[in-house]
């Protein structure tokens, strides 16, 4: 088992900046690749960003790619998510996933609660 507990979100203007991160316990996270998923009232949730267990790989949606950057910690057991450029439209629930590797929601199996994004104009 894996559990995931993500921080750092909260308000910020559009133009600004935020990292968020997620601290993982359980299996060794140095073993799996972890994402960045993102829920927006009424929508569904959507892929933002992962990076594969060596920090080697990642993958970005065309909506950040340029304006977000994901790293990782394996020592302190912990992926980021810096985001830059913030716009209104990247206010969302960011959840956290690990345990697989892809752009699918059903590609992760371990997700944590999810923490508040708002970016207001």
């Known amino acids: 088992q894996v559990q995931l507990v993500e921080s750092g979100g909260g308000l910020v203007q559009a133009g600004g900046s935020l990292r968020l991160s997620c601290a993982a316990s359980g299996r060794p996270s140095s073993t799996y690749s972890m994402a960045w998923f993102r829920q927006a009232p009424g929508k569904e949730r959507e892929f933002v960003t992962a990076?594969?267990?060596?920090?080697?790989?990642?993958l970005y949606s065309d909506s950040v790619k340029g304006r977000f950057t994901i790293s990782r910690d394996n020592a302190a057991h912990t992926v980021y998510l810096q985001m830059n450029l913030l716009k209104p439209e990247d206010t969302a629930v960011y959840y956290c996933?690990?345990?697989?590797?892809?752009?699918?929601?059903?590609?992760?199996?371990?997700w944590g609660q999810g923490t508040q994004v708002t970016v207001s104009s």
């Open positions: 996933a690990a345990g697989g590797w892809g752009t699918r929601n059903f590609d992760y199996t371990y």
């Open positions: 990076i594969n267990w060596s920090g080697e790989m990642t």
